[in-house]
């Protein structure tokens, strides 16, 4: 039996003591963040992603292990356990695997079987196993008990058929055979409910769908599960699918071969054959049924968590575009334009509503508002956000600029996502930094910071209201959360928090804080003034000597008292640095960010036993551009003119959009017109793609050109191959005749040389889902 760190190498293909050093240091309060970046030489440099997928398995085995241990002190009260199954359970290497091994042995209510055994009646069944030629109603009239229940042979003989059909479904290896049948050879087989063709319209494509179980992707799976839920369809598994099947299905015959019965056509055989025939359609059958679709419903959810994990990822470490003070524009046509005019350090400076839109109509006096505004808090960028009345906002914002042109030549327009700024608005958090300040300004507010930061923003809102996922209503609330908190952790530690100007909710996401030891942080620079060190730190409530070891090197103070308290170097190798400082004859100030002399420093010649060679070297190129942000440069799409609703896409229109959303089968793009356009993983380039987020990230600028619009289900076909040819018969849909997609026909063959570019799926399969259907009510 492999040790829990045994199994993890082999699976990650690590070593042994990596593995153990990342638990003990697990074990000790450390958190992946901490670990990932000042634990290197324990770990061998495994980054925060394996020590995620580490942490995982490690739970997910330990508590394997510990189940493990109940059901052998279980079967061992039992007095039923032998060496051989001793063996067995320690081996197994699922907890399917273990459940089906105490099947047998496990406490259940008290079933027909049973009920049988209590009676007397096992006897019987081992003997016509073992004699199949004897004649069966003599054999079952020996065992008559009609104080029992069992008044005459057809009782006695059900009573067998019970015993033996709990005998046979209770078999962990013929379970095991039979799902490996399954997993090969099974259909999941999506059928609409009757009576439910109009209220299941959106399920339309999966009336009459039937797929491999084991290969349904997850936005379909999810689709079918959701449709299920709603009463609009019926899943079921069916385990032979060939049409010219037999009427004994095959996993009859794999029970049949498994006990060597050879079956007859003598009495007893004839009855053993309606038993290996109960087995599979009473107790088997549904069993199976209800762990394949579980298994369907756990791997997409697990995949549907990784997409928006990772979309999230993408969206939080979007280039912010930095200290400007900045106008948060929140569009509304009828209710008014929020306006919030923030410094460049985020504080709120101005506020007010105009009402540029119908029915006030208030244009100019809007413009002149909003110009007052620019020009008395000079104002260096206008954050739009991207909801109802965002292209009518947007024209605002474009008129706005060449007002002022000639006193603030600079002042430039971006659309923002605005999904979760409402979340914000109505939370404690919101109201407790202003409270006096009408719900619908503090979404302005947050606008306009997330333009400024993103990272910083979107940590106060709950990552799942964020909605950059695939059904994430439908999946696991706990995991999916504890998923993004995960991403939102990485991404805040992997950027590093400025100590006197980070929220509360920032800075509990800093490794080794939480909310109340934030909100200390806080309270004490309220109370104290700005932080000039780290060591401070510990001046604050409650935050004692581990929590500073894990969170002191992911916290910046500008301009402190020491320079390293700016970059990511941890306390505890300052006197690493000051010894490189004294080698070189300068001065850490004058050491920090000359490259030339750092690149001539040998990180071998500072080795020492608290510190290798792969924190060494961290240090150095930390010393050389210290507290870099790892986010990219700040770029921003320019949305066409005049396009602003779906009327206005026109077929070979090449637009600019940002991602918004990446999927498994592609990228939801954002082209101005209040519905993202799909890119199907086939448009995305004229190579051959697997996996979508290696081409495109949430919060990319892309072209497109629009294939596909169908005005009436609000759906729009794009492609990031612009030399991609349209289907002619795509030209009825985009009048808006509402008739289904056609499909794209590229115009470069799907095959490059011998190796396929990419297996074209008509646009109907990728667009005619409840993803899509979902997806587009987002924003909403």
């Not at 003989?157 to 399954?182: C, N, P, T, V």
């Not at 959106?202 to 039937?210: A, C, L, M, P, S």
């Not at 997850?218 to 079921?236: D, F, I, K, P, Q």
Request: net charge neutral; charged share 25%; glycine share 6%.
């Amino acid at each position: 039996m492999l040790s829990i760190s045994q199994v993890i190498a082999n699976e990650l293909q690590v070593r042994e003591q990596q593995v153990d050093a990342v638990i003990a240091l697990l074990n000790d309060g450390a958190t992946v963040p901490f670990i990932a970046r000042y634990r290197k030489e324990a770990t061998g440099g495994l980054d925060d992603t394996q020590l995620r997928n580490l942490h995982s398995r490690l739970t997910y085995l330990t508590e394997m292990h510990d189940r493990r241990q109940v059901i052998l002190s279980s079967i061992e009260a039992q007095g039923k356990l032998t060496p051989a199954l001793t063996h067995a359970i320690n081996e197994a290497d699922s907890k399917t695997r273990l459940e089906d091994l105490y099947l047998p042995y496990k406490p259940k209510r008290r079933t027909k079987g049973q009920i049988a055994i209590e009676a007397g009646i096992e006897p019987l069944v081992d003997h016509l196993l073992n004699n199949r030629s004897a004649d069966i109603e003599a054999e079952a009239n020996a065992f008559i008990n009609a104080a029992a229940g069992f008044a005459d042979t057809k009782a006695v003989l059900d009573g067998a058929r019970f015993i033996l059909m709990e005998r046979f479904a209770e078999d962990a290896e013929l379970l095991l055979k039979i799902r490996r049948h399954l997993s090969s050879q099974a259909i999941l087989e999506s059928r609409l409910v009757k009576g439910k063709e109009k209220e299941g319209a959106k399920y339309r494509d999966y009336f009459e769908h039937n797929e491999n179980i084991t290969k349904v992707p997850s936005h379909r799976a999810l689709a079918m599960l959701r449709g299920r839920n709603e009463g609009v369809l019926s899943l079921n598994l069916n385990a032979d699918p060939n049409p010219e099947a037999a009427e004994t299905s095959y996993c009859e015959v794999i029970i049949a071969e498994h006990f060597n019965l050879t079956l007859t056509d003598s009495s007893v055989d004839q009855w053993l054959k309606l038993v290996v025939k109960s087995t599979w359609r009473i107790k088997i059958a549904l069993q199976m049924e209800t762990e394949f679709i579980a298994k369907m419903r756990e791997s997409a959810e697990e995949e549907a968590i990784k997409v928006f994990a990772r979309n999230l990822g993408d969206l939080l470490m979007a280039a912010p575009a930095g200290a400007k003070t900045t106008m948060g524009l929140d569009p509304g046509i009828r209710t008014g334009v929020k306006v919030a005019i923030v410094d460049n350090t985020g504080k709120l400076v101005a506020h007010t509503t105009i009402f540029p839109h119908a029915p006030q109509n208030l244009w100019d006096k809007s413009l002149k508002t909003l110009s007052n505004l620019v020009g008395m808090h000079k104002v260096d960028i206008i954050a739009v956000g991207n909801g109802t009345g965002s292209r009518e906002t947007d024209k605002l914002a474009a008129e706005l600029i060449s007002l002022v042109k000639e006193s603030r030549p600079n002042l430039t327009k971006v659309m923002v996502s605005e999904a979760g700024a409402s979340v914000y608005s109505a939370s404690e958090f919101a109201a407790n930094e202003f409270p006096d300040l009408d719900v619908s300004i503090r979404g302005a507010v947050s606008i306009a910071r997330r333009l400024q930061d993103p990272l910083a923003e979107l940590v106060k809102i709950e990552p799942k209201a964020i909605g950059v996922g695939q059904y994430q209503h439908d999946v696991s609330q706990s995991q999916l959360s504890q998923s993004l908190e995960a991403v939102v952790e990485d991404c805040v530690n992997s950027v590093g928090v400025d100590l006197n100007m980070a929220s509360t909710p920032l800075l509990s996401q800093v490794a080794g804080l939480n909310k109340t030891l934030a909100k200390n942080i806080v309270d004490y620079r309220d109370e104290n003034g700005q932080f000039t060190n780290r060591k401070q730190l510990l001046k604050v409530s409650r935050l004692g000597p581990k929590a500073y070891e894990q969170a002191a090197g992911f916290l910046r103070i500008r301009q402190g008292d020491n320079p390293l308290d700016s970059s990511a170097v941890h306390p505890e190798a300052y006197e690493l640095v000051e010894t490189i400082a004294r080698k070189t004859q300068l001065d850490i100030n004058k050491l920090i960010g000359d490259s030339e002399v750092l690149s001539r420093i040998n990180p071998q010649d500072f080795i020492t036993e608290s510190f290798g060679l792969p924190t060494v070297t961290d240090i150095l190129a930390e010393l050389d551009k210290p507290g870099r942000d790892p986010r990219g440069e700040f770029k921003t799409a320019k949305f066409q003119d005049g396009v602003e609703e779906l009327k206005d896409l026109k077929l070979a229109m090449v637009l600019e959009g940002v991602v918004t959303n990446v999927t498994n089968f592609g990228a939801f793009v954002d082209v101005g017109v209040h519905q993202d356009g799909l890119v199907h993983i086939s448009s995305l380039t004229d190579k051959f793609v697997s996996d979508p987020h290696t081409i495109v990230k949430a919060g990319d600028v892309v072209k497109v050109k629009v294939m596909e619009v169908d005005i009436e289900r609000r759906r729009i076909a794009l492609s990031m191959r612009l030399d991609e040819e349209i289907n002619p018969a795509n030209q009825k849909s985009a009048a808006g005749n509402g008739k289904p997609f056609a499909g794209n026909k590229s115009s470069k063959s799907n095959y490059k040389g011998n190796k396929p570019v990419q297996n074209k799926a008509p646009a109907n399969a990728a667009m005619g889902n409840a993803f899509a259907d979902a997806f587009a009510k987002l924003k909403k």
